[in-house]
């Protein structure tokens, strides 16, 4: 069954969408079209933003540049919700807020909920990682409020949307958790959740990270859910494609992912590989290391132009890390639709703007792609992963 991972521009943020399906009619011989679809499940990986950059579909549209680029990805997944047959209809059977930073949990209320406060899409499940005051602090009014503050998610319902059960503080977990989706149904890609709250607080004092010191963003990141889909087998083999959806970890979580892979590896290249960068493709994530055991096919980044400390994510530099790593292993550059060429941005030092804007043809897939011009602001793009379609072990890529 195929399933088509959504990685969505949102600028300084991030937001991800897991749409599994089952196809239905007519088809040729390509990936299945949008009305031959109809969902089974949903997952809905954060959606926040810092620095929010509109879709280039909505230039001309009113409203600011949040109001526009919140209302596409709302748009977006309204249609594939809608999609959904049965009980599944216009629900997400998982909300996962992948850790406490403003950029990855703030714009959900927004995305989520009407101008009344309440939701308009179902929830069935919330996991989330941290304490609910790591995210909403000493306010007590607001969606992650109602949602996370004990016996407050009742306040939420509407008709038939409503969060289903309790939302859960997901512990520590040394091993991969199944994550189900649409039981019951057959050919499932699997999801997993292989890392969470990877942190310890001995004395009440949270151990962070020995490169980057005691900042309360370093055991944050060191928190973030991670999450590894599988496809089906290609016909005739064994090998399946994996998708590691990383939110903001770091190279500490790459490290203890890749010493608990010595019994099975399960998280390299099989036939296909697709790495989301871990946070926004910073310098203190996706290490040599990381990328030579992964070998991944594309890295796909959520990239905003913000600047921390007097650099941006993505780096060229550290781009060009990785490209140095990946280039002995001699991997096809993936095929990308609607054309092999497409635009990435990344942080230059020295220039101006910072950054810059270029092309490729190779697996570098930024959300931010068009620096200013004509009088518009910066605009982005989505980045559409659909795996398993139109048969077991097929992928296909795009932007749009």
């Known amino acids: 069954m195929p399933v088509e991972v959504i990685f ?81 209809k216009d629900r997400l059977d998982y909300l996962f807020l992948s850790h406490p930073d403003a950029d990855h949990h703030n714009k959900l209320g927004a995305l989520l909920c009407n101008s009344a406060g309440t939701l308009d899409f179902g929830i069935q499940e919330v996991w989330y990682t941290g304490k609910p005051q790591d995210y909403y602090g000493r306010q007590t009014q607001g969606f992650i409020y109602d949602l996370l503050a004990q016996g407050r998610w009742g306040n939420l319902t509407n008709g038939m949307h409503a969060v289903a059960n309790a939302p859960w503080q997901v512990p520590l977990h040394s091993a991969s958790l199944p994550v189900p989706i649409a039981a019951g149904a057959t050919g ?82 099989e036939n296909n590989l697709w790495l989301k960068a871990g946070h926004h493709g910073s310098m203190w994530a996706t290490s040599d290391e990381w990328v030579a055991y992964t070998t991944p096919d594309a890295l796909l980044i959520s990239s905003g132009r913000a600047s921390f400390g007097g650099t941006g994510m993505p780096a060229e530099s550290h781009l060009n890390d990785i490209r140095k790593v990946l280039a002995p292993h001699g991997i096809p550059q993936p095929a ?65």
Request: aromatic share 8%; glycine share 14%.
């Open 8 to 88: 969505f521009n949102v600028g300084q943020g991030d937001c991800t969408f897991l749409w599994f399906y089952k196809v239905q009619g007519g088809g040729g011989g390509g990936v299945s079209p949008l009305a031959n679809r109809v969902g089974v499940g949903a997952a809905l990986i954060d959606c926040g933003s810092l620095l929010a950059t509109p879709h280039h579909s909505t230039v001309g549209q009113p409203g600011t540049d949040d109001q526009r680029m919140v209302g596409h990805i709302r748009q977006v997944i309204a249609d594939r919700l809608g999609r959904n047959a049965g009980a599944a």
């Open 188 to 269: 499932m890609p699997e999801l997993s959740l292989i890392s969470s709250s990877l942190y310890a607080e001995p004395g009440g004092r949270k151990e962070v990270s020995k490169v980057r010191g005691k900042r309360s963003s370093t055991w944050k990141n060191a928190a973030s859910l991670v999450f590894l889909l599988t496809g089906e087998p290609a016909s005739g083999t064994s090998l399946r494609q994996k998708v590691l959806l990383m939110a903001d970890a770091e190279e500490g979580v790459e490290d203890f992912l890749m010493g608990s892979d010595l019994v099975k590896p399960k998280y390299q290249r």
């Open 336 to 400: 990308i639709a609607p054309q092999q060429q497409h635009a990435y941005a990344s942080f230059q030092k020295g220039k101006q703007p910072p950054f810059v804007v270029q092309n490729t043809s190779e697996g570098i897939c930024t959300t931010l792609v068009e620096s200013p011009v004509g009088g518009r602001g910066w605009l982005g793009v989505d980045w559409h992963l659909i795996i398993d379609d139109p048969q077991p072990g097929d992928y296909h890529l795009e932007y749009n």
